[in-house]
């Protein structure tokens, strides 16, 4: 398991324990898509509760993007951008005990039918060109 980011100071020396646990701490913008491309899975963790559970996942997106096969809590919006991009996800509950979760993220895992989506036309730019304001304005890209 890769972690990229900050770790909370008491959670840091649990973590070092694991041998196959790498935490890169905060790097450079620009070094997150390799870091992201030598792991199989992005693992999209979301809290059962709102705003969250509503709002877009921009971690799934990069995921998505650098081709990984997704594992996610399960939450109304993954669901949707599930459905409407053709995807196919793991999921994990949000709540559960160790044995659960090693369960879901063992070597059964590896074994699901998951399907990453091209996230291409999602792009700013791709998304920024197609708003109806350019149209308005006689603008046309």
């Not at 959670?11 to 324990?17: A, M």
């Not at 693992?43 to 650098?66: F, H, I, M, R």
């Not at 999921?91 to 998951?114: M, T």
């Amino acid at each position: 398991m890769l972690l990229v980011g900050e770790i909370p100071d008491g959670l840091g020396p649990r973590l070092k324990r694991h041998a196959n646990l790498t935490v890169t701490g905060r790097v450079p913008h620009a070094q997150v898509p390799a870091l992201l491309r030598s792991a199989s899975h992005g693992l999209n963790l979301v809290p059962d509760q709102l705003p969250y559970t509503e709002q877009t996942s921009t971690k799934l997106l990069e995921y998505c993007a650098a081709g990984l096969r997704v594992v996610s809590t399960d939450y109304p919006w993954v669901r949707e951008f599930e459905l409407h991009h053709r995807a196919r996800f793991a999921y994990i509950p949000c709540r559960a005990n160790a044995a659960a979760y090693k369960a879901h993220l063992g070597p059964a895992l590896d074994e699901q039918p998951l399907a990453t989506p091209d996230v291409r036309p999602l792009a700013w730019p791709r998304l920024l060109a197609g708003l109806q304001v350019w149209r308005e304005l006689g603008i046309h890209t």
